[in-house]
């Protein structure tokens, strides 16, 4: 359940649930509060699941498992990936080392397997693995004004850089900690934590303390990181290699071994994956899944698709075989073939570009 939800109704939310999370779908106009967030500031309730990591190998536990390497200093943090032994993407993370323990910001659907896996992987080690998600309150803060936005309520420290570092502070009297986002709505933001019953306080700060903010929800978070060009683990990610995904930010090719890693490294070595993740301007929106064709090759899939109240029109991110050079496609919606044109990722070119952006080797 939310942890703010009496003001969230309060601005007229509508809720939907998030692998197994309460979260809000919108307040009523996600293409307003979309442009809201491109032209000013705007503020989401995250939700997340959060992994504790505690004990005195805990960094050196985490960092054989995952596909980057794990921070060793308090104050820093990385995103990564946890792959099976095929490669295929079993969640994306982000990793922060908070002192005394490692905390692990995941899908919520992947708390309880993620704990149930390595708990059943601790032999020897000095390690503690517990679900900590009802710890913690997290919201998003993006936008172009968005660090103004931080420095208006932000006590005793400045804004974090680079991105993935955090700082601690208070806002309104509260102990929180603010961290540099990786942009994947690709325009400046941060995330602000804080303790599960302090975060009604944090919430309204965030609205209606200093410079003002724009409350938005998942329809908008969903529409602004596919402008930004930004793989969503439910939509882009689960399952695929991180070849293919080209989210080669989350992956330490240099380090030591990782679970798929020789899956990974062989894919790397070949010089190309299979498919690539592109962008499509479709003249209507196509649903996800939808085939993409070339000519009369089929050759892949939508994996997601939203109306842009930015560029005004359907945008869609789509896998597609990874030697298809053409840019005049098609998806297929309704039954028919509708043109959609190939474009260079982001669609949008907001204040920051998303570390998620997918790239590939030349």
């Given at each position: 359940?939310?942890?703010?939800?009496g003001?969230?109704?309060d601005?007229?939310?509508?809720?939907?649930?998030?692998?197994?999370?309460?979260?809000?779908?919108h307040?009523?106009?996600?293409?307003?509060?979309?442009?809201a967030?491109?032209n000013?500031v705007?503020?989401?309730?995250m939700g997340?699941?959060?992994v504790a990591?505690e004990?005195?190998?805990?960094?050196?536990?985490?960092d054989?498992?995952?596909t980057?390497s794990?921070p060793?200093?308090?104050?820093?943090?990385?995103?990564?990936?946890?792959?099976?032994?095929?490669?295929?993407?079993?969640?994306?993370m982000?990793?922060?080392?908070?002192g005394?323990?490692l905390?692990l910001f995941?899908?919520?659907?992947?708390?309880e397997?993620?704990?149930e896996?390595?708990?059943?992987?601790?032999?020897?080690?000095?390690?503690?693995?517990?679900?900590a998600?009802a710890d913690?309150?997290?919201?998003?803060?993006?936008?172009?004004?968005?660090?103004?936005?931080?420095a208006?309520?932000?006590?005793?420290?400045?804004?974090p850089e680079p991105?993935?570092?955090?700082?601690?502070?208070?806002?309104?009297?509260?102990?929180?900690?603010?961290?540099?986002?990786d942009a994947?709505?690709?325009?400046?933001?941060?995330?602000?934590i804080?303790?599960?019953?302090e975060a009604?306080?944090?919430?309204?700060?965030?609205?209606?303390?200093?410079?003002?903010?724009?409350?938005?929800?998942y329809?908008?978070?969903e529409?602004?990181?596919?402008?930004?060009?930004?793989?969503?683990?439910?939509?882009e990610?689960r399952?695929?290699?991180?070849n293919?995904?080209?989210?080669?930010n989350?992956?330490?090719?240099?380090?030591?071994?990782?679970?798929?890693?020789?899956?990974?490294?062989?894919?790397?070595?070949q010089?190309?994956?299979?498919?690539?993740?592109?962008?499509?301007?479709?003249?209507?929106?196509?649903?996800?899944?939808?085939?993409?064709?070339?000519?009369?090759?089929?050759?892949?899939?939508?994996?997601?698709a939203?109306?842009?109240?930015?560029?005004?029109?359907?945008?869609?991110?789509?896998y597609?075989?990874?030697?298809?050079d053409?840019?005049?496609?098609?998806?297929?919606?309704?039954g028919?073939d509708?043109p959609?044109?190939?474009?260079?990722?982001?669609?949008?070119?907001?204040s920051?570009r998303?570390?998620r952006?997918?790239t590939?080797?030349?």
């Amino acid at each position: 359940m939310s942890l703010v939800a009496g003001l969230h109704e309060d601005h007229g939310a509508v809720f939907e649930d998030r692998g197994g999370r309460e979260v809000v779908s919108h307040y009523g106009r996600p293409g307003s509060a979309a442009r809201a967030v491109r032209n000013g500031v705007g503020v989401i309730e995250m939700g997340y699941g959060v992994v504790a990591v505690e004990g005195a190998d805990r960094v050196d536990f985490v960092d054989d498992a995952v596909t980057n390497s794990v921070p060793a200093d308090d104050g820093e943090g990385t995103y990564a990936l946890l792959l099976d032994p095929q490669g295929g993407i079993d969640t994306d993370m982000y990793v922060y080392n908070a002192g005394e323990r490692l905390l692990l910001f995941t899908p919520p659907s992947r708390v309880e397997p993620l704990v149930e896996d390595w708990s059943e992987k601790v032999f020897i080690d000095d390690v503690e693995l517990r679900d900590a998600s009802a710890d913690f309150g997290v919201f998003g803060v993006h936008g172009p004004t968005s660090t103004e936005k931080i420095a208006s309520v932000l006590n005793g420290a400045g804004s974090p850089e680079p991105a993935l570092s955090f700082v601690r502070g208070r806002m309104n009297d509260v102990g929180v900690t603010v961290v540099a986002s990786d942009a994947p709505t690709g325009e400046e933001g941060y995330e602000v934590i804080c303790a599960a019953d302090e975060a009604e306080r944090i919430f309204d700060t965030l609205l209606t303390r200093g410079l003002n903010a724009a409350p938005f929800g998942y329809d908008t978070w969903e529409t602004l990181t596919a402008e930004a060009g930004t793989p969503l683990f439910d939509t882009e990610l689960r399952g695929r290699l991180p070849n293919v995904a080209g989210v080669r930010n989350a992956v330490d090719f240099e380090k030591g071994c990782f679970v798929g890693q020789e899956v990974v490294s062989k894919v790397e070595n070949q010089g190309r994956p299979s498919q690539r993740l592109v962008g499509l301007r479709p003249e209507e929106r196509p649903d996800a899944g939808a085939a993409v064709f070339d000519g009369d090759a089929a050759v892949g899939d939508v994996t997601r698709a939203v109306d842009s109240s930015t560029l005004d029109g359907a945008v869609a991110l789509a896998y597609v075989d990874f030697g298809c050079d053409g840019d005049d496609l098609a998806v297929r919606v309704d039954g028919d073939d509708v043109p959609a044109e190939r474009v260079e990722l982001p669609f949008v070119d907001g204040s920051a570009r998303s570390a998620r952006l997918p790239t590939y080797p030349e």
